[in-house]
């Protein structure tokens, strides 16, 4: 008797455990929803962006190919995908920042980035999808490092273009498997 009264105790006990659990693991869930559709408004987001010493001459002895981050207060519309616009950011430098260049332009359509067991997978457009070694590999770099260290949720970054997994964006770098923000 007193063995089936423990059971049932110990039965009682991980329920309730579980049940807890599950309600912090929703809350995740709920916070990363939030933050994927722009829920969430002025989050400080590290931008990445080229060192115009390594564009124009090959080599930046102080920074290498990247800048150190810039912090960005990033602003969404309501319903607005808040990876999509942290790339889309890219775009435009920092205000009176001439020692930086980016590789991300408005004919880079960046259609979708969704994030799933800490994968970022971003999906471009291939229309106007074009450029030299050179672009492709900082423009990758520009975006792996502004995803992983901006957003704790992603560590690795997956590009796609029109929805397929591809070998490559432009031609030049092998994107067959995700990228790691890892040499900085």
Request: charged share 20%; net charge negative.
């Amino acid at each position: 008797m007193k063995n089936k009264v423990l059971i049932l105790f110990l039965v009682l006990l991980l329920g309730v455990l579980t049940a807890g659990c599950g309600g912090q693991e929703q809350q995740g869930v709920d916070e990363l929803h939030d933050q994927q559709y722009g829920e969430t408004e002025g989050i400080v987001i590290q931008q990445y962006f080229a060192s115009t010493t390594y564009i124009y001459e090959g080599q930046d002895e102080e920074n290498g190919e990247l800048m150190p981050p810039v912090e960005f207060s990033l602003e969404c519309e309501e319903g607005e995908n808040i990876y999509v616009a942290a790339v889309n950011s890219l775009i435009d430098l920092p205000e009176g920042q001439d020692q930086y260049y980016t590789m991300m332009q408005e004919r880079y359509v960046c259609n979708n980035v969704t994030v799933e067991d800490g994968m970022a997978y971003v999906d471009f457009s291939s229309e106007g999808l074009e450029g030299g070694a050179t672009t492709e590999m900082v423009l990758i770099d520009q975006i792996v490092y502004t995803l992983a260290n901006s957003f704790e949720e992603i560590a690795a970054v997956q590009f796609t273009v029109d929805g397929q997994k591809t070998e490559t964006l432009m031609g030049h770098i092998d994107t067959s498997e995700a990228f790691v923000a890892d040499y900085l």
